[in-house]
């Protein structure tokens, strides 16, 4: 029988923040991919099916050595999950050929505050003034790396939030399954379905990519799967409300990628939102941190029951 796993924020934290590494890694790849950096351009519908090509090949082969133990999935969830998930990499793998990758990061990373706001309906949480104050200042932070001016408002910017509005509906959906799943089974059965679904899509744009592309669609594929490891593992040991504000830290990998590939240089506006960002981070950990430490001390039933999977709201 499932057990959630022990709530530990600053765990969670620093999980979600090593799973913004590889995200932003992927959508770098991705851009090259789609730019023609390794070769002709190639559909993201072709990139997305190599992200999940590589990320199933890697997760069964460590699932063929460590042979976890799987039980019955909730396999609508999954499928919600992965629908939202393989969509939301699409239009985000789509956008970055188009604009820069900063950009395309800071739209599509409006997705933490959809996921704040649709866990108050979807998961009962609630979300007190100093998150909703956090979760405000890191959405600051990320229109000023925006830059809103009216280039900002073309197809590829549109793509990106549309990633955005998905990817904050796929978070509830992680929520949901880290509360009955075990994150191994969580990936396994994301990554499989996630490769049906993007094998048939990509059946109309299919170009033989060339050992080179190959090569980096296999680094897209497993830097997804290392972020996804560390995202699912962040999830299951916080409330949605309070880890996903740290997603907006693969906003400053994505600065930082772009600067020492392409030379897109951040200039002050970009420092200015970023360190924005990171104080709307600090702010939610340390409200967070204050709770805590003023929290009574749970007994032996209280954390027997806070351990029990909470009931699904999302069906």
Known sequence: MFIAKQQNNALAAGMIVTAGVFIAASSLLAKGLGTGSFGAPLHALQISHGRFLFAWILILSVAAVVRPALERPHLRLHLARTLCGWAGVTLMFASVAFIPLGDATA???????????????????????????AAGLALLGALILLRPTPSSFQPAALLALGAALVMGLELIFIKQLSRREGPFQILIFNNTLGLVISSVAVYTVWQSPTALQWAVLAGVGCSMAAAQTCFVNGMARADASFVAPFSYATLLFAVLYDALFYGALPDAVSWIGAGIIIAGAVLLAWREARLKSHAPQPTHQDAATRLRPAPDRVE
């Open 107 to 133: 739209i599509s990373f409006l997705n933490p505050v959809f996921a704040m706001m649709l866990a108050i309906p979807l998961l009962g949480e609630k979300v007190g003034p100093v998150r909703w104050a």
